[in-house]
C-alpha cells in the first residue's frame, strides 16, 4: 500500500503538470482568436489559469482585443461563474487564484464579490483583492479601496492599485471634497503616481493650506508628476519651520530638474537638520547632472 502511494505521487504531479500545459495553450489560443473554449477546470487554481491570462493582458487596457476575446470565452463557457463562486471559497489558494483570475480578466461584474476580501485575515487574500479591484478598476473600485484606506491608515498596496483603476478625475474630485480631508495624504499620493498633469492644481492648494504630512507628500507627489509650474512654490516651502517639509521640497525641486532654485537649495547646506542638509545635496547633484 505504501509503495503504491509513493508511485502513484509523481504519475499525479505529471498529470497535473500536462493540464497546465493544455489549459496554458488552449487560454493563449483564445487569446489569439483561435478558439472560443476554455476548459471548465481552468478555474481550478492549481493549473495556474490566473497566471497565464495576467501574462497575456498584461499592459492592455479592458477594450483591447485580447482581453475581450477572453472574457466572451469565459462568460459563454459557462467558466466565469466558477471564478466568481470560487472568490467566495474555504481555501486561501482558491480565493487568491479567483480574485487574480477575474482582476485579470477586468471582470467588473465581479467587483461586488471582490471587495468583501478587503477585509480578509489572511494578508494574501487581501492583498490579491486590491490587485483585482486596481485591474478591473472604476469607480467602485476606487471607493472600496478609499474605504479600506480610510480603515487601515496609508497601505503601499492599497495606494498604488487606487492610483491604477480610480477613473480620470476622481482623485482630484476627492482632494477637493472636504469630507474626503481625512484621506487627502493617501490621495496626494496617488495622484503622484498617476501623474496626471489634471492633478496640478488640487496639489498646488493642499500644498499652500494643507497640513504638515500634506504638505511633506504633496511636495513629493508635485515631483512625481513633473510640476514645473509648482517650482516657485515648492521653492517658497525650503523656508518652512518644519524639518520634513524643506526635505520633501529639496527632494521634489532635484526631482523637478528646477535649476532656477539651485542657490535657495545650497542655503540648505547649512540647515539645523542633517536630513534637510543630505536632501538639499542630492538636490544640487541632481541639477548638476541634469545641467
Not at 508511485?7 to 497535473?16: E, F, N, T
Not at 500545459?21 to 478558439?35: H, N
Not at 487596457?61 to 467558466?79: I, P
Not at 547649512?270 to 541632481?286: I, M, Y
Request: hydrophobic residues 45%; charged residues 25%.
Amino acid at each position: 500500500m505504501i509503495r503504491a502511494a509513493h508511485a502513484a505521487g509523481p504519475i499525479l504531479r505529471a498529470h497535473s503538470e500536462l493540464r497546465r500545459v493544455a489549459i496554458r495553450r488552449q487560454l493563449q489560443a483564445v487569446a489569439a482568436g483561435k478558439s472560443t473554449v476554455v476548459p471548465g477546470d481552468a478555474v481550478e487554481s492549481r493549473y495556474g489559469a490566473a497566471r497565464t491570462v495576467e501574462e497575456i493582458t498584461a499592459g492592455l487596457r479592458e477594450d483591447s482585443l485580447q482581453v475581450q476575446l477572453l472574457q466572451v470565452a469565459f462568460k459563454n463557457s459557462h467558466v466565469a461563474d466558477g471564478v466568481i463562486e470560487r472568490l467566495q471559497g474555504k481555501s486561501v489558494h482558491e480565493r487568491v487564484g479567483a480574485a487574480r483570475l477575474v482582476g485579470a480578466l477586468r471582470m467588473y461584474e465581479a467587483t461586488p464579490w471582490v471587495v468583501p476580501l478587503l477585509a480578509a485575515k489572511d494578508p494574501s487574500v487581501a492583498d490579491a483583492a486590491a490587485r483585482a479591484l486596481g485591474r478591473i478598476g472604476g469607480g467602485a473600485s476606487a471607493t472600496a479601496l478609499l474605504h479600506t484606506i480610510r480603515r487601515r491608515g496609508l497601505n503601499r498596496r492599497l495606494i498604488a492599485e487606487l492610483a491604477r483603476g480610480a477613473p480620470d478625475l476622481f482623485l482630484e474630485s476627492a482632494l477637493a471634497h472636504p469630507p474626503q480631508r481625512a484621506l487627502r495624504p493617501a490621495l496626494a499620493i496617488a495622484a503622484g503616481l498617476r501623474r496626471r498633469r489634471t492633478a496640478i492644481s488640487p496639489l498646488l492648494v493642499l500644498l499652500q493650506r494643507g497640513s504638515r504630512k500634506e504638505r511633506v507628500i504633496t511636495c513629493r507627489a508635485l515631483g512625481w508628476i513633473g510640476a514645473t509650474t509648482a517650482v516657485p512654490v515648492i521653492e517658497a516651502a525650503l523656508d518652512d519651520r518644519d524639518w520634513k517639509i524643506r526635505m520633501s521640497a529639496a527632494k521634489a525641486l532635484g526631482a523637478l530638474g528646477a535649476g532656477s532654485s539651485r542657490p535657495a537649495l545650497e542655503r540648505l547646506y547649512t540647515d539645523p537638520n542633517p536630513k534637510v542638509r543630505r536632501a538639499a545635496h542630492q538636490a544640487v547633484r541632481r541639477l548638476t547632472r541634469g545641467a
